[in-house]
Structures are given as structure tokens and as C-alpha cells.
């Protein structure tokens, strides 16, 4: 089990950037396949974008594709998530998800406000 810990959220206008990184407690984090989801009031839970465990491996949702960008350094235990061009649409808490393997491991999350 892995302690996740987000953080670079914040408030920022329509068009700008943020950066967002999830810090990972343990030995094994380079086993395991990353990801963040996002949840806006009133909606359900969804999910963001992914890198598999070598890095070699990245998804986005279609809704994110060529705007945001997942990385991550096995060295530190970090995921980070880039994200340009944001949209108010943006606008929800972003959680870092952990697994495969084993079960959906989740940070508290971190708010992002994307004004217009």
C-alpha cells in the first residue's frame, strides 16, 4: 500500500497552465501503473490520463488529449500532470490513482478552479 500526497493546484484563468504532482511513499512505486481522475461538483468521478509503470505507456481522455500531459520519475516517486490551455470545463478536484497492480489506491486530491 502506497501513501499518495497531491499538490500545484490552485486558481487560474481560461488559457492558462498548472502543473500538478503526486508524491508516492514506498519501495515498490515503479511497479505500479499511475494515473489521474477528476471529479467535478455533481459529477461522477472520471478519468484523466494514465502512464504505465516503465513510462513508456501514456492515455488521455478524449476531452484532454493535446493539452494535458502525464510523466513520471521513478527515482522520486512522483507522477506529475501538465496542464495547458485550461478550460473552465477543467474545473474539479484532481486525484492521483495507483494500480494496476493491485486494488485503486487514491490521494486526497487537489482542487483546481479554472476561471473564465
Known amino acids: 500500500q502506497m501513501h499518495l500526497v497531491e499538490s500545484g493546484g490552485g486558481l487560474v484563468q481560461a488559457g492558462g497552465s498548472l502543473s500538478l504532482s503526486c508524491a508516492a511513499s514506498?519501495?515498490?512505486?515503479?511497479?505500479?501503473?499511475m494515473g489521474w481522475y477528476r471529479q467535478a461538483p455533481g459529477k461522477e468521478r472520471e478519468f484523466v490520463a494514465a502512464?504505465?509503470?516503465?513510462?513508456?505507456?501514456?492515455y488521455y481522455a478524449d476531452s484532454v488529449k493535446g493539452r494535458f500531459t502525464v510523466s513520471r520519475d521513478n527515482a522520486k516517486n512522483t507522477v506529475h500532470l501538465q496542464m495547458n490551455r485550461l478550460e473552465p470545463e477543467d474545473t474539479a478536484i484532481y486525484y492521483c490513482?495507483?494500480?494496476?497492480?493491485?486494488?485503486?489506491?487514491w490521494g486526497q486530491g487537489t482542487q483546481v478552479t479554472v476561471s473564465s
Open positions: 490513482h495507483a494500480g494496476p497492480p493491485g486494488p485503486d489506491q
Open positions: 502512464i504505465s509503470w516503465t513510462g513508456g505507456k501514456t
Open positions: 514506498g519501495r515498490t512505486f515503479s511497479s505500479y501503473d
